[in-house]
């Protein structure tokens, strides 16, 4: 039986943590539930300890890359199996979660895609760009197919835990630790995931904001390339 | 009162403030050198007027002055350089203590709801 440990990272998201901690009990009652509270003003500390999660609370905010971290440092602390992230805001489906688990046997990072089979999941136009651009580049870089190298919603085996414990990109990390860890030589895997129109709150995504992203992941992507040259371990 | 007269003045007096505030304890030792270095090198080409001068002709700067502005500006690049990398080890040290602390402080909490 594998020991799994579900990371939540969340900023401000009282309204949303509940229900996303019972989507997991309910459909994996085994996992231990950690919510990584990255210096909320709200309270998703309480809200998050009363449906049953474990909490660790960042006092102020360091932003996804280093909340996500400080959720997978406490998985190695730990000795966990596999540790899953997921969303905070109810977009990623727990029913999704035994088919990402099926698969991290078979390699160190299983990838839930909205973009490998069909789904209902919808996007405006310049998302679609944006999410085609990347998964354009990080295949380019890695020569492995990604269909969606912006999904938040992974699986990651000893391995994986191990070196993000060491190191993990901060700001906007979907894209670059897709890189890392092949460069790394860690086997990576999509498989097809659902993701649902947000319940609540709004996306923090402006247009300025995608310039910004859009510019700063290509940077770290390259970099990340050239720094872990191919062949090395 | 000419610009080189000026840029003595200044060096005279920013060296004795590196050395103050390094004697209070305002600034490391080891960031000051980096300032006692500048503050030398910007007095000797002050007072060696004549060497700046020439320097000058010989990089065809027809306004000599200029040179000192330029050993100025250059400095600067790198002492900026220098702190963003200070502060990029720093942020990243901080994230780490904030890590952990959130790790300790988590482990604590659910200690004392065993002993309760």
């Known amino acids: 039986m594998l020991k799994v440990l579900v990371i939540i990272p969340a900023y401000n998201e009282e309204s949303s943590v509940p229900y996303v901690i019972q989507d997991i009990r309910n459909h994996m009652p085994s996992a231990d ?5 990255d210096g909320s003003r709200d309270r998703t500390a309480q809200v998050a300890m009363e449906a049953g999660a474990k909490v660790l609370t960042l006092p102020f905010n360091v932003g996804i890359g280093g909340g ?3 959720g997978y440092m406490y ?5 966990y199996d596999v540790a899953v992230q997921m969303d905070a ?4 489906a727990a029913a999704d979660l035994p088919r990402l688990l099926s698969k991290v046997r078979d390699c160190d990072l299983v990838i839930g895609s909205r973009f490998l089979e069909k ?5 405006s136009v310049m998302r679609k760009v944006g999410i085609t651009f990347f998964s354009r580049l990080v295949s380019l870089v890695t020569r492995q197919r990604f269909t969606d190298t912006t999904s938040g919603f992974r699986a990651a085996g ?3 835990i191990d070196l993000y414990a060491e190191y993990y990109p901060m700001d906007y990390p979907e894209v670059e630790s897709i890189v890392y860890l092949t460069r790394k030589h860690c086997r990576l895997m999509e498989v097809k995931a659902e993701m649902r129109a947000r319940e609540t709150g709004k996306s923090s995504i402006t247009p300025l904001k995608s310039a910004y992203y859009m510019v700063k992941v290509t940077l770290s992507v390259l970099m990340s390339a050239v720094r872990y040259r191919e062949g090395k371990a | 009162m000419n610009v080189y007269i000026l840029s003595v003045m200044f060096s005279i007096v920013f060296l004795v403030m590196i050395i103050e505030l390094v004697r209070r ?3 490391k030792e080891q960031y000051s050198l980096l300032w006692i270095l500048m503050g030398f090198t910007l007095l000797i080409i002050s007072v060696n007027v004549q060497g700046v001068e020439r320097l000058a002709s010989f990089l065809q700067i027809e306004y000599a002055p200029a040179l000192l502005f330029l050993f100025g500006l250059l400095f600067c690049f790198v002492l900026i350089l220098h702190l963003t990398l200070v502060i990029t080890k720093l942020s990243a040290q901080v994230l780490r203590l904030t890590q952990e602390i959130a790790i300790m402080k988590g482990e604590k909490a659910s200690h004392n709801e065993h002993i309760h």
């Not at chain 1, 805001?89 to 990623?92: N, R, Y």
């Not at chain 1, 789904?119 to 996007?123: Q, V």
């Open chain 1, 33 to 37: 539930i950690l919510v990584v509270n």
């Open chain 1, 158 to 160: 000893a391995k994986v």
């Open chain 1, 119 to 123: 789904t209902s999941y919808k996007s």
């Open chain 1, 89 to 92: 805001d109810g977009q990623h």
């Open chain 2, 25 to 27: 304890r305002r600034l």
């Open chain 1, 75 to 79: 998985a190695k602390k730990h000795g």
């Open chain 1, 68 to 70: 996500m971290q400080t």
